[in-house]
């Protein structure tokens, strides 16, 4: 009979920056929904085969990383307007609390820093499945959402609108696909 320690259960799985993405949506002048996305990603998560429970996540964004299609919007959103990248070149998360929602979904809450504040968000979760790559590195796919509001992290830069409402809404909903390679 072999007999496990609980280090054997613990596998630690590096974020792939080449397939992993944020996106987020807000809404514009309160009509439409303008998206953008962060493309500088890294970070690990270290999971707990038999107590997913005691798993973590911790992921740092590059703030200036940050696209929309537009430059001119790019540079206001990387200014002290918004993210403010030069004084904050990072955005991080930490997570606190993993729990499962069911075999491949997980709420994952955790300490999201922007702009020097620290607010806690829950990440709904769900493990896309696991294989082999063509180097034979073993991968996993996670696929998450979340809403911030945004003013919440001190991102408050904002235009009245002369027929009422304003010019950038408050909430984000945020998508994350992201690949990691087991180490």
Same mark, same amino acid.
């Not at 992993?20 to 990603?41: Q, S």
């Not at 002369?162 to 990691?180: M, S």
């Given at each position: 009979?072999?007999?496990?320690?609980?280090?054997?259960?613990?596998?630690t799985?590096?974020?792939?920056?080449?397939?992993a993405?944020?996106?987020?949506?807000?809404?514009?002048m309160?009509?439409t929904?303008?998206?953008?996305?962060?493309t500088?990603?890294?970070?690990?998560i %270290?999971?707990?085969?038999?107590?997913?429970?005691n798993s +973590?996540?911790?992921?740092?964004? &590059? *703030?200036?990383?940050?696209? /929309? #299609?537009?430059?001119?919007?790019?540079?206001?959103?990387?200014?002290?307007?918004?993210?403010?990248?030069? %004084?904050?070149?990072?955005i991080?998360?930490?997570?606190? +609390?993993?729990?499962?929602?069911? &075999? *491949?979904?997980?709420?994952? /809450? #955790?300490d999201?820093?922007?702009r020097?504040?620290?607010?806690?968000?829950t990440?709904?979760?769900?493990?896309?499945?696991?294989?082999?790559?063509?180097?034979?590195?073993?991968?996993?796919?996670?696929s998450?959402?979340?809403?911030?509001?945004r003013?919440?992290?001190?991102?408050?830069?904002?235009?009245?609108?002369?027929?009422?409402?304003?010019?950038?809404?408050?909430?984000?909903?945020?998508?994350?696909e992201?690949?990691?390679?087991?180490?």
């Amino acid at each position: 009979m072999t007999t496990h320690t609980q280090t054997e259960t613990i596998t630690t799985w590096a974020i792939d920056p080449a397939h992993a993405l944020i996106e987020f949506g807000v809404k514009h002048m309160m009509v439409t929904t303008v998206k953008g996305r962060f493309t500088g990603i890294e970070g690990t998560i %270290t999971v707990d085969e038999q107590d997913p429970a005691n798993s +973590r996540a911790d992921v740092a964004i &590059d *703030a200036a990383s940050i696209t /929309t #299609g537009n430059e001119q919007r790019d540079a206001h959103l990387r200014s002290a307007d918004f993210l403010d990248a030069d %004084t904050y070149p990072t955005i991080t998360f930490t997570s606190t +609390r993993v729990q499962p929602t069911s &075999d *491949a979904t997980f709420d994952v /809450t #955790g300490d999201l820093t922007i702009r020097g504040t620290t607010r806690p968000v829950t990440l709904a979760v769900e493990l896309n499945g696991r294989g082999t790559s063509p180097y034979g590195q073993e991968v996993a796919g996670l696929s998450a959402i979340t809403t911030l509001n945004r003013h919440e992290f001190g991102l408050n830069w904002n235009v009245a609108l002369e027929a009422g409402g304003v010019l950038v809404g408050p909430t984000a909903r945020v998508v994350i696909e992201l690949e990691a390679v087991r180490q």
